[in-house]
């Protein structure tokens, strides 16, 4: 039987009257402290859009938030419209953040801004395909690839949008892989800092492990990350027919997707209330590490599934990259990296310090290939290649198994 916590009467009567008075939490994050790089007319605020509504608009019509609908979340190669795409986690995430930062009073713009903004720069193929890509560019550049590096580059590098520091520094650091028992934020204070983070992401990969959000709000987002898709993995591993629901018990935090979501969203808000840190009590977040830890053998590193990508994606990206690579150091202008990317990107007009084109040509390979849907990238291979012995295997609608 699913059993569902509940938040103490205290707690509920804090927030009951908070929301009467229209009560702000004095940790929230204020608007008029928000920073980017450029003050210009067109980004400030109004009365019915505020500050990090324009950011939450900039990141919604970026042409890469279109793509989130064929991206991989978790199962890769399954025609099945009932498993999570990318654009669903994100949207999850989003409705989970801002469920906690209501409780809480925080800044829900921002706490928007950064969901639907945090896996803009994913690959396809989930977290094998950032794992077959940062190997292609770590061994050609010896730099690494992050897709949470990679979010804040699209938003902030191929596309100049001037979204705020705080909304880009919370994207950064949400690693949803990485759990805390408390995120205390770690407050910074310019573009050029920020900068000089984002460099040690590419030259240390463990550097970025060890970033925490600089708001509340972005600390809401980063564990909001592991809640959407704790329990929600696991139902679509047994749509995928890779787990049984008995597979997975947890009587600390529940099983079932439902159960988990609402378990941690009451423990955050009864830990936080009123404070300037995010918590989980130890049983919970011990729970939260324990349901991590049986995700990770059952469903992720699934021999099978990532055998299938490891001889069919794999090569097909090593493929396009090399060949992609070679277009640009020949200037063939007729490649699909000119035609499909650096002509499209050049096409939406943003005043640049260089042109984009002048990118350094392994990160304009980078950019193009991090920003294919599953789909593009098997058909630009069949394109590219079309002699290739190289196919890729669905799991239909109707396959048994």
Partial sequence: MPKYEALSREVTVLISEAKKNAHRSQFAFNDDD????????????????????????????????????????????????????????????????????????????????????????????????????????????????????????????????????????????????LELEEYHPQRICSFEEFDNILENCYQDKLYANRLVPSTLEGCVVRISDIIAYLGKDRQDAQRAKLAD??????????????????????????????????????????????????NYAMIYNNAAALSRLDTTVKPMMTNIYEQLLDDIKNQNKNSPIYTHHINQINSIHYKRELPYEMTEPNQLVVDYIASMTDDYLIELHHYLFPESDLTVEYKGYFDEQ
Wanted: charged share 25%.
């Fill in 34 to 177: 928000v920073i980017r790089r450029t003050n210009v007319a067109k980004d400030t605020a109004t009365v019915w859009r505020p500050t990090f509504t324009r950011d939450i608009d900039k990141i919604m019509h970026c042409p890469y938030y279109n793509r989130y609908t064929d991206k991989t979340q978790v199962f890769s190669l399954y025609k099945n419209d009932d498993i999570t795409r990318r654009s669903l986690h994100v949207q999850l995430v989003s409705r989970i953040a801002r469920m906690i930062g209501s409780a809480l009073g925080l800044n829900l713009d921002l706490i928007e801004a950064i969901a639907l903004g945090h896996d803009i720069g994913h690959p396809a193929f989930a977290h094998t395909g950032e794992k077959y890509l940062n190997d292609l560019y770590h061994g050609h550049t010896g730099k690494f690839f992050l897709h949470n590096v990679h979010s804040v580059r699209v938003l902030d590098g191929m596309f100049p949008y001037n979204i705020s520091l705080q909304t880009l520094d919370g994207i950064l650091t949400h690693n949803g892989e």
């Fill in 245 to 294: 629901e008995n597979d997975f018990i947890n009587e600390d935090i529940g099983s079932i997707n439902a159960e988990i979501i609402n378990n941690l969203v009451v423990n955050i808000i009864e830990n936080s209330y009123g404070k300037p840190y995010i918590k989980l009590d130890t049983k919970h977040f011990k729970a939260l590490k324990k349901s991590k830890k049986d």
